[in-house]
């Protein structure tokens, strides 16, 4: 089985942001995709170029077009939200992202209308059912498919600094999970998603992706969703590793250390050097650490065991891509990193936000709101618990029964 890859310009840039419609009175996850996305269509045309469908009737995603550097890519994004800002806001819907709703139950939730939503629903019955979480993708284009598996395998051991960077989903049907990333477990129920398989070459990409195909595993390529795959239609490497952002800049921070570290790689492999392929085993465990702890993880740095914070191991790989970010014009926004460090990942913010609310998790959704609006704050919980306090005003893991709160 042969895959055309459809090689791209070197390190050219494309976004997906899934965003949340949420009432503005109640602040519940609320269906209405199909009427917004049916306004913005221009006329003519089957939809809107950059603003589409998801699984869920709550969710509009947002698409960039090609971009060559960070700016333009965070910028394509601002003008396609305000769009549909504007038409959710005239039906009392505001736009949120975080990687999970903090209270609505995924039961409650209208899948879209579309053929290929209602065959995976069929399909993957509950674990369909249940992804009512949200998160940003970000491609980065590569020339050959010769480099585009090597790069893939080399960018995994990045995992969970992406994971801890972009950690936003503490909360779930109003529990506080104990973890940063709830997403990022659900979303491995699906059979193809998670961490890549690692393959050599492209050769060996085409021949799993016919096995998987022959078996009647997959009906298409589309339907493997890695945290971190190729994209032949496209001619990229994507990354969906993050969970969902709340604001532009700290899109611009993942971004920038995408395009940075494929940029990197690319080079490398043109000098003849062999990437590396790092053992799968610390590959689970470091994803494991970032989705529990987030950026309070120590992460495993070799084979022998080693470990080390992950905030400093941000540090340290934003300080190695100055120069590339220099190159590529997006050292502004790879310096966000440190920003978000200072401030707090957005599940720490979210706890800090049910906290001072003694647990009222409509305050989460305000808070999420307004940074959608507003942008990142000056301050905040650079630092904070790693899970539920045992005596806190969210019901954590304990007193929950079936994801919902007991």
């Not at 960018?155 to 529990?175: D, E, I, K």
């Not at 390529?221 to 590793?241: A, K, N, Q, S, Y």
């Not at 992460?299 to 470990?307: A, C, F, L, Q, S």
Request: glycine share 8%; proline share 7%.
């Amino acid at each position: 089985m042969q895959i055309p890859f459809s090689s791209s310009e070197r390190a050219s840039l494309g976004v997906e942001w899934e965003l949340q419609l949420v009432d503005r009175g109640t602040r519940e996850l609320t269906a209405g995709a199909n009427e917004i996305l049916e306004e913005l269509r221009p006329d003519g045309a089957e939809e809107h170029p950059k603003a589409k469908h998801e699984l869920l009737q709550s969710t509009v995603e947002v698409i960039t077009g090609v971009c060559t550097t960070v700016e333009e890519a965070v910028a394509d994004l601002a003008g396609t939200v305000a769009e549909v800002a504007s038409t959710a806001d005239r039906r009392g819907l505001g736009l949120m992202c975080a990687g999970t709703h903090p209270f609505t139950d995924w039961q409650t939730q209208l899948i879209s209308p579309k053929e290929r939503y209602l065959q995976l629903v069929e399909r993957m019955q509950w674990l369909a059912r249940r992804l009512q979480i949200f998160g940003v993708h970000v491609h980065v284009g590569v020339r050959s498919p010769d480099k585009a598996m090597p790069i893939v395998n080399a960018l995994t051991q990045y995992v969970p600094h992406f994971l801890a960077l972009s950690a936003s989903s503490p909360f779930w049907v109003g529990c506080d999970t104990g973890l940063a990333s709830a997403r990022s477990k659900v979303f491995e129920g699906m059979p193809t998603a998670g961490l890549p398989i690692q393959l050599p070459d492209w050769a060996g990409f085409e021949t799993y992706m016919e096995t998987l195909i022959s078996t009647g595993s997959i009906e298409s390529v589309r339907e493997v969703w890695w945290d971190i795959r190729p994209h032949p239609g496209f001619g990229t490497v994507e990354l969906r590793i993050c969970d969902g952002l709340p604001t532009l800049e700290e899109i611009g921070v993942v971004a920038a250390l995408s395009q940075c570290l494929v940029e990197q790689f690319d080079n490398q492999l043109d000098r003849g050097y062999t990437l590396p392929t790092p053992p799968s085993w610390v590959l689970r465990e470091n994803k494991w650490r970032a989705a529990r702890w987030g950026l309070d993880a120590d992460v495993v740095v070799d084979e022998k065991g080693t470990v080390r914070p992950v905030r400093q191991a941000l540090l340290d790989l934003a300080e190695d891509l100055e120069p590339t970010a220099r190159r590529l014009g997006c050292e502004a926004e790879l310096a966000g990193v440190e920003r978000v460090l200072a401030v707090g990942a957005s599940y720490q913010r979210q706890r800090a936000a049910a906290l001072a609310a003694d647990g009222d998790l409509r305050a989460v959704v305000d808070l999420l709101l307004a940074e959608r609006e507003n942008g990142l704050p000056t301050s905040g919980p650079a630092t904070g618990p790693d899970g539920p306090a045992t005596d806190g005003p969210v019901p954590g893991p304990a007193a929950c029964a079936g994801g919902h709160a007991a």
